[in-house]
């Protein structure tokens, strides 16, 4: 904590997440975790004060670091503003076009300690732009951890699981207790590896219909199946011929189904 850019200073906004890593080998074993960056533009949500930032500075051919709070944007641009190969945007990470910041260059790596208090959307964000990034590795609290990595048949599978699933391949790194952090927050917290995968076309399924039905069929998860999708307004008859043509058991729950399970059944009630 004695360099300045690894100082969180004296405030913290709890309703921006903010919960500094004051664990120097946390951080090193996270930007490790991003892999070679020497010839790549690495994208940092919420740098915050700049305990992973450091890090990378050196290793990427280029920085883009993604901070809302308009203080500590400002400043990590003073602490680096000899530095060309880094920039600092000032905005909510979720207005950023991802697109436009790779240019013309290969996928981005992305990399942050997430705010958790908008952590579902931040990974719609990084999945709507699959086309343009490579991998992320990113830090969240252990319980949706569990749930972004969770197997078929296992309690935490839902549609979190199957989204990011979907869309890439699903590493656990570490895991972190409150003290690795200032103020220390109430949850444990882990970090994700996602490599980018699209399953979609495998699959044979237009991804945004598809995880709009994986939402019904999951929506209440202590029913059946078959149960969901007739309160989806699907006749009885129907759901129950679907199921069975996918090879589906009529009491099957969501959570019990592979991905290829339940495009098969989506195929089948799309192809009536
Ligand atoms: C958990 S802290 C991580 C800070 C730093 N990376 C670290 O590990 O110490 C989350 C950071 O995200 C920032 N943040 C919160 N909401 C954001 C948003 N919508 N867009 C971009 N950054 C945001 C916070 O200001 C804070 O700096």
Known sequence: MSRSGTRPGPRSKPKLGQNFLIDPHASLAIADALGDLSQRTVVEIGPGAGAITELLLPRAQRLIA???????????TEQH???????????DVLSVNLHDLRADGPPLLIIGNLPYYITSDILLHLFRFHADVDRAVIMVQREVA?????????????????????????????????????PPP??????????????????????????????????????????NLRAAG??????????????????????????????????QLESR
Request: hydrophobic share 50%; glycine share 4%; net charge neutral.
């Open 66 to 76: 993604i901070e809302l709070d308009r203080v500590l944007a400002q400043r990590l």
């Open 81 to 91: 503003a000899s530095t060309p190969s880094f920039e600092v945007i000032s905005a």
């Open 146 to 182: 569990d749930r972004v990595a969770a197997h078929p048949g296992t309690r935490d599978y839902g549609v979190l699981s199957a989204t990011a699933q979907l869309y890439a391949r699903v590493e656990r790194i570490l895991t972190l207790p409150p003290e690795a952090f200032m």
């Open 186 to 227: 109430d949850v444990h917290s882990s970090v994700l590896r996602l490599t980018m995968q699209p399953q979609f076309a495998a699959l044979g399924v237009e991804p945004d219909a598809f995880l709009g039905f994986v939402k019904k069929a999951f929506a209440q998860k202590r029913k059946t199946l078959a149960s």
């Open 234 to 267: 699907l006749a009885s008859d129907i759901a129950q011929q679907a199921l069975e043509a996918a090879g589906i058991p009529a009491m099957a729950r969501a959570e019990e189904l592979d991905l290829a399970t339940m495009a098969r059944l989506w195929k």
